[in-house]
């Protein structure tokens, strides 16, 4: 089945610091990579849409200067929490949408960030 | 909005069956996804429907009703390792095809 990593699975940091978090398809190739978030006993809430080779789609709400989002290739998509803050701190989930597939979305497993 | 509605919790007995509901807008519907999340991990997908009808995959079976957009997931057989939120996740074509997802029924199976 379609595999889909993230890397790194926990991070703790300071305040003020940058944090960057990737997403890969591991066997099939992902133009269309999306990032969520996750607050504890809360469901999942989309933060943008990652296009392959172009911008990234923001959802209301999401800072885009904040929240990073790079595309480069057809297997690998990063978002960086730029100065990020303690209330930053949350589960980052990617998602990828295999090219040609039916729209299903396979999920990394997840990134735990800490800000101190 | 978008109004993907799931109860938010429910408890069965191991060995029991138990049928989550998910009821949706049916403007722009283009396909319905159930995934399983247990707690502090990402969701695992378990059943797509795109038509209307019933979609069975071992002890676990999804049904779809585009009408009154309505689907469930029916868990048979229950075990201890079924404990978990199961969410109801809806693309939709005026969203760009983008997965929506319900906030989830967390469920709780006891022996």
């Known amino acids: 089945g379609a595999v889909v990593s993230q890397h790194p699975s926990r991070v703790i940091c300071k305040s003020g610091t940058s944090v960057k978090i990737e997403c890969r398809s591991l066997?099939?190739?992902?133009?269309?990579m999306f990032w969520y978030r996750q607050f504890p006993k809360q469901s999942l809430m989309l933060m943008a849409t990652?296009?392959?080779?172009?911008?990234?789609?923001?959802e209301q709400g999401v800072e885009k200067d904040k929240f990073l989002i790079n595309h480069a290739s057809l297997t690998l998509s990063t978002l960086t929490v730029t100065s990020a803050h303690p209330e930053d701190s949350s589960f980052y989930i990617c998602?990828?949408?295999?090219?040609?597939?039916?729209?299903?979305?396979?999920f990394g497993p997840g990134t735990r960030l800490t800000v101190l | 909005g978008q109004n993907i509605d799931q109860p938010t919790e429910m408890t069965a007995t191991e060995g029991a069956i138990v049928q989550i509901n998910c009821t949706y807008q049916t403007s722009g519907f283009n396909g319905l996804f159930w995934y399983q999340q247990h707690a502090g991990e990402a969701p695992t997908f378990l059943s797509y429907n795109v038509l209307d009808g019933l979609e069975e995959k071992g002890r676990f079976s999804s049904f779809l009703s585009r009408s009154k957009g309505y689907s469930y997931l029916l868990l048979k057989e229950l075990q201890m390792k079924d404990s978990a939120s199961y969410l109801c996740?809806?693309?939709?074509?005026?969203?760009?095809?983008?997965?929506?997802f319900g906030a989830g029924t967390i469920l709780r199976v006891k022996s």
């Open positions: 998602s990828a949408r295999e090219v040609g597939g039916r729209g299903e979305q396979f």
């Open positions: 996740a809806v693309i939709k074509r005026e969203y760009g095809n983008k997965l929506v």
């Open positions: 990652s296009n392959e080779g172009s911008k990234a789609t923001y």
């Open positions: 066997d099939f190739q992902a133009t269309t």
